[in-house]
């Protein structure tokens, strides 16, 4: 019997945990019943009870599998090695706030079964805040213009991977893992599948928006030289342009044409705004020095602190 894995990542989701274990438990008992599964959570060092209650959970049903990270490593980290450790024919990644159907899983594994390696949801209407679902479509639009690569848009990382392709990720050697960039790079016939996402019934959202600016600026700067390039044409055309109107000024008074002092502020203004698209690239520089810096030392992308498989 083919084993199919549902790797759940949790923080601080107390309340949703039993609740999508119910769902996903419901959906290989009654309508994938020829497929066994497993349920791996991965916690990253929540600090409710998240952990009391997955334990519970995998007390009484041996399907339930668990990772507790020793520290909160970031979303991004924790989720692609959650998708690592996972074991079974293909692995669905399913976020615990419930927000994306767990019974979409029916239509992953359809799909899986006609053969597509990756199987992906697609949000095509949102009941979250109409103004982020907006600026989250501006997002992608914004990254498929200054990346390499195609990404996929409305894509959370929400979908069914096949065993291959787990294993490709597994083999990655990258302490930053960007998943939908990678999906976007290496998956091979990707299937999308529409849906509506859902609002958060229980509990908050731990994203706000350091942790969504952090997440942008991975994607960015992994898969787009597009950033460093236009700092360095907007240098290059400020650094023209203050010339010329330098230039100009100076003969204009040496010329007598204007007689009046150019005065401070003036100055001012012209140092505060280089001042200003100096901090910005400077900023875009470090971002992507950092991100060298971390790849660089090839530390481990999590660090355990109890499993159970």
Request: hydrophobic share 40%; aromatic share 12%; with cysteine.
């Amino acid at each position: 019997m083919q084993i199919v894995s549902v790797v759940i990542p949790t923080y601080n989701e107390e309340e949703n945990i039993p609740l999508i274990y119910e769902r996903v438990k419901k959906i290989f008992e009654k309508q994938l019943v020829n497929y066994d599964y497993r349920i791996l959570y991965i916690d990253n060092c929540s600090t409710d009870q998240s952990r009391i209650r997955i334990k519970e959970l995998a007390e009484k049903n041996d399907k339930v599998q668990y990772i507790f990270n020793m520290k909160n490593f970031g979303f991004s980290r924790s989720t692609f090695y959650g998708l690592t450790q996972s074991v079974g024919d293909c692995t669905v990644l399913l976020f615990a706030d419930m927000q994306d159907p767990p019974e979409l899983i029916i239509d992953f594994v359809s799909e899986w079964e006609k053969g597509s390696k990756v199987v992906v949801g697609i949000k095509n209407k949102s009941q979250e805040n109409s103004a982020m679902y907006f600026i989250r479509k501006c997002y992608y639009k914004f990254v498929n213009k200054m990346t390499e690569i195609d990404h996929i848009e409305q894509f959370t990382g929400f979908g069914l991977y096949d065993k291959s392709v787990v294993q490709v990720f597994k083999e990655l050697d990258d302490p930053l893992p960007y998943l939908r960039g990678i999906v976007a790079e290496l998956a091979p016939d990707v299937k999308k599948v529409y849906y509506e996402q859902k609002r958060r019934e229980h509990g908050k959202t731990s994203f706000n928006f350091i942790k969504l600016y952090d997440v942008a600026m991975l994607g960015l700067t992994s898969y787009s030289k597009a950033l460093m390039r236009i700092s360095m044409f907007v240098g290059i055309a400020i650094a023209v342009i203050s010339f010329v109107v330098s230039l100009v000024t100076l003969i204009l008074k040496l010329t007598g044409v204007i007689a009046y002092p150019i005065g401070s502020a003036a100055t001012l203004f012209g140092v505060f705004f280089l001042g200003g698209v100096q901090l910005i690239f400077l900023g875009i520089l470090g971002e992507y020095i950092s991100n060298i810096n971390i790849r660089s030392m090839h530390r481990p992308i999590v660090i355990e602190e109890e499993r159970k498989m």
